[in-house]
């Protein structure tokens, strides 16, 4: 038997994208919209027909985390005055003067899911109207169905909690809502199955609420459906012992990413549970390797009659894209080693059928080409590359030649540059022409010759336009990427882009995440050209721009033959190379932009030291090659370093950029307290909003900057790259930047 924890809702060709886009222009109604989804779910679950059960509520229109709230009546205040579509996607995008409900990543996967408000003071009204006609649908179809509800603890402990509230309310009133829900669910079928989703459970014990888990779920279980709870992302050792003791009938365990919970099943077994045994990959890509899996299986089979275990995926599918199919222009033999969320269920299906030890002749050739493709992946060479995996051998360089202190000064003395320097992040507006431009190269309806001729007139209104109006350090505006990790991935060997890769971000966005599948390594410089042209044009410092390797690493589908850490040392070194060009050609600043390096951080405590030392390793890789009068910066998009600031320090790049606008100079504080001594350039405005700051809003900033760091240690800058605004938006923010700047210095 076996279930797939959840289907991606995005549709083969996005189709539920077009359609939500089509609906908020306007240009189709919600009668249009719920047809779509519909059809959707239909197709969607005729995939998982032969599954113990089809999953049902995975489906959403923007996010399952909206949805429970939205269901539970959690509304914030400011919505209150709306209803239906209007309120909900009011709470996921912002409606007239009603900011979004914030959105932060679900987990340490690259979803997003939007926060739910609570407080105290909440009345709730449920509404279990989706989950019904959903659930109506497929047993309409014939199907039976489980529901997908993500779990009462995961979703209070996600949610943000009103300042003012006791948590203990707040915890009191959601559940009696969610009972609420839960009683009004019990009434469509007499037969029902819930899923609950408690990855939190994954991250380790909270007091807050640990001492609750047995109640709750006992309580949950005497409602009288049948209960499954499931965690994934890591193990759940804690929270399983107590799951355990509970009259649940079964339990999902990642067994991929959490394979401590091997150590559970003893457990498991006296208490007679169902074990969901979470064992094809939901959040990679890579064909399973069956036999492998099926030794897994038949290892936790010694301790849990075969009977009681059910094959699952590790996680939803949600993470990966729909269907391998539609890749018609990747290689042959890269695709074979690849499995996109319906090959996974044939996976889970023939691994189901091999464990009862009932594969039939044409099960068996299959089986037999699982095998194959998995040999073949171990000793192609597209993926082992003799030089690279030498290259590794050989010692390498992870200190700067002179220390900070030291070249700091040898810095000043060669960049000479002004005190409080003014910068960017590096992107500047990219216009509907300048995709048009690149999308045409692409296409091939325009020559090479046309394509750089139109790149170098950005390039080059881009530098005038900064060297008029003063700043300090320029940038060539990245007019030639696309997006930061794909331009390098696209020249890195060892990379591959998939055509209909897609995965849902959030929302109706989606991403292509590259593909690591094999020896990484640098060919020919991928940013010299484009940065010296810019720096031929002035006379000023002009700061080259680099995507760095743990960013590279966490924005892609990783191979997961070799350790991460080791992938990423591949790349570290391609990065070193690309510093070394540079700086032999002339580049004094180079930033190696790290947006993602806090993202990769593991979920449980006892793991962090180890990712924190192979990042950090990684990066000072890349960045150990700088000539100590090379100067290296690097970026955040964030401002919350209170956990990571030693490991921030350890990075020893002379310079960080991070964003803080939005929080005055509160989070600077923890640079100052900890004694911080390299340069620190703190976001002076937010980029994320249209808004144009004016000179004396920044130069109150920057006066609250310098009450916590010293003017010799601070730049002054946006909080992230301007790619996302408008022309006319940057050039008066930026003008009155380096204007708060002068009146400051004065
Ligand atoms: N250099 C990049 C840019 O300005 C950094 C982007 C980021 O931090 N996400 O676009
Ligand atoms: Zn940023």
Redesign the pocket.
């Given at each position: 038997m076996s279930i797939i924890i959840g289907f991606p809702r995005i549709g083969e060709h996005r189709e539920l994208k077009k359609a939500l886009e089509g609906f908020w222009s306007g240009k189709s109604n919600a009668e249009e919209l719920e047809r779509t989804a519909k059809e959707l779910r239909a197709k969607h679950w005729s995939y998982q027909k032969n599954l113990d059960y089809v999953s049902v509520n995975d489906f959403s229109f923007y996010d399952n985390v909206l949805d429970l709230a939205y269901a539970l009546g959690a509304i914030p205040e400011r919505f209150r005055q709306y209803n239906g579509l209007e309120l909900y996607f009011g709470m996921a995008r912002g409606l007239n003067d009603s900011v979004a409900c914030e959105m932060t990543k679900w987990f340490n996967t690259n979803y997003h899911y939007v926060v739910p408000e609570l407080s105290q003071t909440d009345n709730y009204k449920i509404n279990t109207s989706k989950i019904e006609r959903e659930y109506a649908e497929a047993k309409s179809l014939g199907y039976r169905p489980k529901i997908n509800l993500i779990g009462l603890f995961t979703f209070i402990s996600l949610s943000k909690i009103a300042e003012k509230s006791n948590f203990e309310n707040v915890f009191e009133r959601v559940k009696s809502a969610y009972f609420e829900l839960l009683d009004s669910l019990k009434k469509i079928d007499s037969n029902l199955v819930i899923q609950f989703d408690e990855p939190i459970f994954s991250k380790g014990k909270d007091e807050r609420f640990y001492g609750k888990i047995k109640d709750i779920y006992n309580q949950i279980a005497s409602k009288g459906f049948k209960t499954i709870v499931t965690t994934y992302f890591e193990h759940s050792l804690e929270a399983t012992e107590i799951l355990c003791q509970t009259n649940i009938d079964g339990i999902g365990l990642d067994f991929l990413y959490g394979e401590k919970n091997l150590s559970s099943l003893n457990q498991i077994a006296k208490s007679d549970k169902t074990l969901y045994a979470g064992i094809i990959d939901g959040r990679n890509i890579w064909v399973a390797d069956l036999e492998k899996k099926l030794s897994i299986l038949e290892k936790i089979a010694q301790e849990i009659p075969k009977e009681k275990i059910i094959l699952s995926t590790s996680c939803s599918l949600l993470h990966v894209p729909f269907s391998k199919n539609s890749e018609i222009k990747m290689d042959k033999e890269i695709l074979s080693w690849l499995s996109y969320a319906r090959e996974k269920i044939g996976e889970l299906e023939l691994l189901e059928t091999a464990f009862k030890g009932s594969l039939n002749a044409e099960d068996k050739q299959k089986w037999q080409e699982n095998i194959s493709i998995n040999a073949n992946r171990k000793t192609s060479t597209k993926i082992n590359d003799k030089s690279t995996q030498e290259r590794l051998k050989q010692p390498i360089k992870t200190q700067r030649d002179v220390a900070f202190k030291e070249r700091i000064k040898l810095q000043h003395q060669s960049l000479n540059y002004p005190i409080l320097p003014t910068t960017?992040?590096?992107?500047f507006p990219q216009t509907p022409e300048l995709r048009a431009l690149r999308l045409s190269f692409k296409k091939g309806e325009i020559d090479e010759k046309t394509y750089e001729k139109g790149i170098e007139s950005y390039i080059k209104d881009c530098v005038a336009f900064q060297e008029e109006i003063g700043l300090d350090v320029l940038v060539h505006g990245?007019p030639e990427r696309n997006d930061?990790v794909e331009y390098f991935g696209e020249q890195l060997k060892g990379f591959v882009f998939s055509q209909n890769g897609w995965v849902q971000s959030y929302g109706s966005r989606c991403v292509k995440p590259p593909i690591i599948f094999g020896d990484v390594s640098r060919p020919k410089p991928m940013t010299l050209k484009w940065i010296t042209y810019a720096q031929s044009l002035t006379s000023k410092i002009l700061k080259g721009?680099l995507t760095g390797p743990v960013t590279i690493l966490n924005w892609s589908f990783v191979r997961d033959d070799i350790p991460r850490s080791a992938v990423c040392k591949q790349i570290s070194l391609g990065i070193s190379d690309e510093i070394n060009d540079l700086q032999n050609a002339g580049i004094k600043i180079i930033?190696v932009?790290e947006?993602a390096f806090k993202e990769g951080y593991p979920l449980r405590k006892e793991n962090i030291k180890t990712y924190e030392e192979w990042a950090l390793d990684c990066f000072k890789v890349s960045t150990s090659i700088a000539n100590p009068t090379t100067q290296i910066h690097t970026?955040?998009?964030y401002s919350e370093f209170n956990d990571i600031i030693k490991t921030i320090e350890d990075l020893d790049a002379d310079v960080i950029s991070i964003e803080t606008a939005r929080s005055g100079n509160e989070l600077l504080k923890v640079f100052a307290n900890v004694g911080y001594s390299h340069e620190v350039g703190p976001g002076v405005y937010d980029i994320h909003s249209p808004r144009i700051p004016s000179k004396e809003e920044i130069k109150k900033q920057i006066k609250l900057l310098l009450e916590v760091l010293p003017k010799e240690q601070l730049w002054i800058n946006p909080d992230?790259?301007?790619?996302t605004r408008k022309w006319e938006e940057v050039k008066p923010s930026l003008k009155n930047l380096v204007e708060a700047v002068k009146e400051i210095r004065e």
């Open positions: 960017t992040i590096g992107s990245e930061m721009m930033q932009d947006a970026h955040m998009c992230c790259g301007l790619k």
